[in-house]
């Protein structure tokens, strides 16, 4: 048996905060707004897997409202929402990404990006993808005032 979840995310970028995408800090000179570290990328991913498992969304898991999460590495929160996955008999068969950014440019990041997702999520490198795109200009994305992110991901039943 297999299934699918989407999921997306966006954050406001604002100065003196660290910027972190899959889980790699990106030089910048800005970061991201976020109660845990904002990472848009894996909070994407959450949200497919979540959806996918059909457990809602990281707002519910990890509600803004609990100290545990301030400030906490979003790696941490794909490790827990994994775990969920695999209780349920899953595995990750194949994510694709897609972030939306006009500031930095994320070409000479995304191998790494890639590297670390495949390692936190235990899939080969060839079955995540990630993507990055411009808005064009246009609206908030397009001003440099945030990045967003969307992710699918395909999850199988384990033998």
Same mark, same amino acid.
């Given at each position: 048996?297999?299934? #699918?979840?989407?999921?997306?995310?966006?954050?406001?970028?604002?100065?003196?905060?660290?910027?972190?995408? *899959?889980?790699?800090? #990106?030089?910048?000179?800005?970061?991201?707004? *976020?109660?845990?570290?904002?990472?848009?990328?894996?909070?994407?991913?959450?949200?497919?897997?979540?959806?996918?498992?059909?457990?809602?969304? #990281?707002?519910?898991?990890?509600?803004?409202?609990?100290?545990?999460?301030?400030?906490?590495?979003?790696?941490?929160?794909?490790?827990?929402?994994? *775990?969920?996955?695999?209780?349920?008999?899953?595995?990750?068969?194949?994510?694709?990404?897609?972030?939306?950014?006009?500031?930095?440019?994320?070409?000479?990041?995304?191998?790494?990006?890639?590297?670390?997702?495949?390692? #936190?999520?235990?899939?080969?490198?060839?079955?995540?993808?990630?993507?990055?795109?411009?808005?064009?200009?246009?609206?908030?994305?397009?001003?440099?005032?945030?990045?967003?992110?969307?992710?699918?991901?395909?999850?199988?039943?384990?033998?």
């Amino acid at each position: 048996m297999i299934r #699918i979840g989407i999921g997306y995310d966006i954050h406001r970028l604002v100065e003196d905060r660290k910027l972190f995408i *899959g889980g790699v800090e #990106i030089p910048y000179i800005k970061g991201l707004l *976020g109660y845990s570290d904002a990472d848009v990328l894996i909070h994407a991913i959450c949200d497919a897997l979540l959806g996918a498992i059909a457990e809602g969304d #990281i707002g519910e898991l990890f509600p803004d409202t609990d100290p545990q999460y301030q400030g906490i590495a979003s790696s941490e929160l794909l490790k827990t929402v994994l *775990g969920l996955v695999h209780k349920k008999g899953y595995k990750v068969a194949n994510l694709d990404t897609t972030i939306i950014a006009e500031e930095p440019k994320l070409l000479p990041f995304k191998n790494k990006i890639r590297e670390n997702l495949s390692k #936190i999520m235990s899939v080969d490198k060839d079955c995540v993808g990630v993507k990055a795109k411009t808005n064009e200009g246009l609206g908030e994305l397009g001003r440099k005032e945030g990045i967003a992110c969307y992710a699918a991901v395909l999850i199988k039943k384990e033998s």
